[in-house]
């Protein structure tokens, strides 16, 4: 008999069908209030589910008893509670490798944008307030051989260290749990302390996960630490900032200007400090959303998932602890 499926985020054709081959399928297109009441209504037979954008919460799950496989599409995984997942040996996977040049794309698009005001700029032409060629008042500032400070050397930091060393001549330093000879000698990238950073680089890019460890990471202290003509990206996830005290510190010239992907809040809210500031490029959450990566990401979580459903380990299990677990009752 097949195995129940709750995908919570319509696929393309081709994965549907795939789907539909090997799963019974309850399909919540839209997690408004009347989707996730079919959510609520569907999960005690939910043997695999398959989505993104929810908090999987204990108490979502505790109406799932036959849950066995969450399938994030996804690299980040902060809207699972792991601990509760691997405690009931329900395997979680992500998509990771697949997101991870696209997002880096999208961070320098906004190392671009922020340094060459371009969204400013571009408005101020649409606006019809282009009279004369512009003066130091609308100058940017150099990208190409300026620091570039990346927070959390993962993947997408790597590639992002990529496109500076490569592309823009830029020295990279960067900070992470421990020193990375290999991208070390791959950039000529330095080492640096969370303090030491901060204080050196031009672009301060985060590309962590939210963890425990790194919720409020960059608060009053580390703003601080910034000089005035330092840029602040982040590609990584709002609540690794302490979103007043980056308003705080654009509000008081204490940075030159920010590009976020993420917020704090998210959809941000229309009202925020932050879109008052001309010196903030805000993008809602687009990392990794083209066309060809959100495919290539929904293919990754479909095979994660049927793998799983079959017994298999999926390729990009994030809790081992659950996979163990569930051999050793086997
Ligand atoms: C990810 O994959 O984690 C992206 O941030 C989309 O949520």
Not at 132 to 155: A, C, E, Q, Y
């Given at each position: 008999?097949k195995k129940h499926l709750v ?16 799963t019974d ?20 037979k939910a043997q695999g589910l ?14 799932a008893?036959r849950l066995e496989a ?238 799983a459903l ?21």
């Amino acid at each position: 008999m097949k195995k129940h499926l709750v995908l919570y985020k319509k696929l393309s054709p081709e994965l549907m069908t795939r789907l539909h081959e090997h799963t019974d399928l309850t399909l919540i297109e839209d997690l408004g209030p009347a989707g996730l009441k079919t959510l609520r209504q569907a999960l005690p037979k939910a043997q695999g589910l398959l989505g993104a954008s929810l908090r999987l919460d204990a108490e979502l799950l505790d109406l799932a008893p036959r849950l066995e496989a969450v399938a994030s599409v996804s690299v980040g995984v902060d809207n699972y509670d792991i601990d509760y997942l691997t405690r009931r040996g329900i395997l979680l996977s992500n998509t990771p490798d697949v997101l991870t040049e696209t997002t880096a794309d999208t961070g320098f698009a906004l190392i671009l944008a922020t340094a060459r005001r371009v969204v400013e700029l571009a408005n101020m032409v649409r606006a019809g307030q282009w009279h004369r060629n512009i003066g130091p008042l609308h100058f940017g500032s150099d990208v190409h051989g300026k620091t570039l400070g990346i927070i959390g050397m993962g993947r997408i930091g790597e590639a992002l260290a990529q496109r500076g060393h490569a592309g823009f001549g830029m020295p990279v330093i960067y900070h992470s749990n421990s020193p990375k000879p290999a991208v070390e000698q791959r950039f000529n990238a330095r080492y640096r302390s969370l303090e030491q950073l901060l204080q050196e680089a031009d672009f301060i890019c985060l590309t962590l996960p939210l963890t425990a460890q790194t919720q409020g990471l960059i608060g009053p202290r580390e703003f601080a630490l910034m000089r005035p003509q330092s840029i602040f990206i982040n590609i990584s996830r709002g609540k690794v900032v302490d979103e007043a005290a980056l308003i705080q510190a654009l509000q008081q010239q204490r940075i030159r200007a920010a590009g976020l992907d993420v917020f704090e809040r998210e959809p941000l809210d229309h009202h925020s400090p932050l879109l008052q500031l001309p010196n903030v490029v805000a993008t809602p959450h687009i990392g990794s959303a083209t066309h060809e990566t959100r495919e290539a990401m929904a293919r990754c979580a479909v095979d994660n998932l049927l793998a799983a459903l079959a017994g298999e380990r999926p390729a990009n299990l994030v809790n081992e602890e659950a996979w163990q677990s569930r051999r050793a009752r086997a």
